[in-house]
């Protein structure tokens, strides 16, 4: 094996370790909010990806989420418990409506939800002088802009996990959370560059 080789291997272990860090400290933000700090959990994994995917930066796991988490706790705080609240009722309205006309409704909002939340957190680095109003407006025209790319992080996502679910049930508890965000953040990469093109360096 060369040395090339192995210094490849090395990243993809380092790579695959900051997966499980980036999930434990997920879940732990999570459990230990009472699931109302989902959104600063969010935003401090995705803020790191950021870096790390598309800045190419070797930041230290935890003292980098501690920092990305307080960074904008107050704004990712009320974007998630916005997105917990609509995905909750709009879930809850599937299950329990019967009409089919507002069944589809319903499937229309969560679609529009889910591509808007696909670039919410990672984006909230980039828009440090946005209302909250202004970023859901954003992450949707660019989510629907570059539908592609979301098309593209929720086919990996659900692929992944009907893979990690038929062959390594227990690798979904370990990596599950991390990986969403890990696709999650390389369509914002691919979202954000696409922009850098165009606007400069953001």
Known sequence: MTLEKINRLNELLIGVLKLAYLNLL?????VCGLGLTFGPACAAMLHYYDRWLRKKEELPVFRSYLRFLKKDFKRSLIIGLIYELMFAVILGNLFLLKNWYLLAGNVLILVILLISF???????????????LSVFKVTTVLGFGYLH?????????????????????????LFGIALTGFFLGTASKLVLGELEKVNGTI
């Open 26 to 30: 997920w879940l732990v933000t999570v």
């Open 149 to 173: 790319y979301t098309i593209l992080a929720w086919t990996g996502i659900i692929g992944s996990y009907l893979l990690l679910a038929k062959f390594a049930p227990a690798a979904l508890f």
């Open 118 to 132: 696909t670039h919410v957190f990672s984006l909230l680095g980039v828009l440090p002088a946005e209302r909250v």
